[in-house]
Every structure is written in C-alpha cells, then in structure tokens.
C-alpha cells in the first residue's frame, strides 16, 4: 500500500463475504481499513457458481424423448427459481452488512453481488483494489473440521495486494508484529508499515528468527527497524532463536499483538518460514488477523 494520492486514491478495500457468522468479523475489519484509508469499501458476495448449481439424477437412458424434454424444461425452471432467491438472499444479506459498516463510520459503503468462482472475480477487481479483507474460514467451515478456509491460499497467490484475513472477531489494533526474516516480502512490509496510514500511531513489532552471531540478519533487523522510526513510529526489534512457528506465535502472546503482518507463499533467502506449507502452517497457528503480502 502506497499513500501515493494519483496511484491510490480512489482505490478500495474489499471485503470478500459469504453467509456465514464470519462476514461480520470481515465487514468489521474492513470497515476499520476503510476509515483509516480514507479508501471507499465495497462488500463482495460472491455465489459460487459450482455450488449453487442443481445437481439432479439422469433419468435420460430411461425415460422417452416427450418425458425427457419435459424433465430438462422442469429443471431449467427450478435453476432459475434457485438464482433467483440466491439472489434475494444475497441482497438481504449484504444490506444487513452495510447498514454494520454505516454503523461503524464508513459514509457510503458500496455492495456487489456475481455468480462465479472467487478467484477470478477478485483477479478481475484487482486494479480497482488497494486491500482485500477476507475470513480465514468461510461458509464451509460449519461442515467441515478444516481450520483455514480453501480459499485462502489461492487468493493470495492470485493477487498481488495485501491480503487481511480476520478469525473469529476483530478490534482495532494496537499492537502489530511483523514477522521479518530479511526477504523481498519481509522488507516490502515494513516499507508498507511505515508509509501506510492504516498503522499510523500503532506501535510495531519486528520479530525475527535467525541466529545470535549471525551479523548479516543483524543489520537487516536493524534497517528495518530504522525505517519504522524514520516515519515516526514506535519501534521494537526483536532476534530470537527456536522454531519460528512456535517462536511467532509465543511472541504474539507475550507481547499482547493485536495483527500480524508476513509475506507469505515466498521464497526466503535466508530460511524457507514462508514458502508454502509453512505460510499455511502460521496461519493455522495464529489466533490473531494477519496481513499477508506476496
């Protein structure tokens, strides 16, 4: 995010919601980016094309043409009743999600309403966009045991925007923890940090795993934590030694952290702590809304 007026300005937070207890956590904390940004909000409720789609037995190999042309009217005819109040629902739905953000300050929050799959809508959005807000779990999680929603990780590969996901509440934050380890990302966040004023006057952390007598992860921290103060923020840096799964998430605990900023799905040149799987495995770690950057 850059606060660059001419490239940003008129550019969106958008809340990916769906119908679950989890579109009020997404709608809360978009609300909160929105205001801090001065940046429109948009609610986006995306009907999954796939999964509204009537699936119903083949009766053809078994039935005569007149009956089986009958069938398929009778189909079509339920398929457009179907759409028809998926899409009232969805319209009740993101009114009710307006009227949340309304409450929450934002003057004229925006709603849109597609059939689809999620990744390309948001692929499609994404020059329009300047942070998308989702749930780290979705409808699906009320069926399933999984604990980080399917779409997350290819949402976050397909766009190059940071990406809030929220659990299950949202406050504003204040206390943030980049979680830094010398890399493109790591550096891109907290140059995101500094410049955007979304974080304006919260303190931050940067949290680094390495080793003690490394002097090259030194210096980068350090840099780092140069660049936070040069913009005027409250600074703390931090090298620690362990697991960085574990190390993280101890460090979010003790330092009472309210939001985690990483880069994520990357190659590191120093460690792999955000290269696939163990993007995913932090995220399932983290009981706190977490930024991501690609």
């Not at 660059?4 to 969106?12: E, I, M, Q, S, T």
């Not at 958008?14 to 909000?41: E, G, K, N």
Request: glycine share 6%; proline share 4%; with cysteine.
């Amino acid at each position: 995010m850059n606060t660059d007026a001419k490239k940003f300005g008129d550019r969106k937070v958008l809340a990916c919601v769906d119908q679950s207890p989890y579109a009020d956590h997404v709608t809360d904390a978009a609300a909160w980016a929105s205001i801090r940004m001065q940046a429109p909000l948009e609610l986006l409720h995306v009907i999954d094309k796939e999964s509204s789609a009537v699936h119903s037995i083949d009766h053809s190999g078994s039935i005569g043409i007149n009956a089986q042309e009958t069938l398929l009217g009778k189909l079509a005819e339920d398929d457009a009743v179907e759409a028809k109040a998926a899409r009232e629902q969805g319209r009740a739905f993101l009114n009710r999600l307006r009227e949340r953000a309304q409450t929450a300050g934002v003057q004229s929050p925006d709603m849109r309403q597609r059939h689809g799959a999620l990744v390309e809508t948001l692929t499609e959005q994404q020059p329009d966009v300047r942070l998308v807000v989702m749930g780290r779990r979705g409808e699906s999680a009320q069926s399933t045991s999984r604990d980080l929603g399917r779409h997350v990780e290819r949402v976050v590969r397909a766009m190059d925007r940071p990406i809030l996901t929220v659990t299950d509440n949202f406050t504003a934050p204040q206390r943030v923890l980049i979680a830094f380890d010398g890399g493109s990302a790591a550096r891109h966040a907290v140059e995101m940090v500094a410049s955007s004023p979304l974080f304006k006057g919260i303190p931050c952390y940067i949290f680094m795993v390495g080793k003690a007598e490394d002097r090259d992860a030194s210096k980068q921290l350090d840099a780092a934590q140069s660049t936070l103060v040069s913009a005027g923020m409250e600074s703390h840096a931090f090298l620690v030694m362990g697991d960085p799964e574990t190390a993280i998430a101890r460090a979010i605990q003790e330092q009472k952290i309210d939001m985690l900023i990483m880069g994520a799905y990357t190659h590191s040149p120093i460690r792999s702590l955000f290269a696939g799987s163990k993007t995913t495995e932090l995220l399932r770690s983290a009981r706190v809304p977490t930024m991501l950057l690609r």
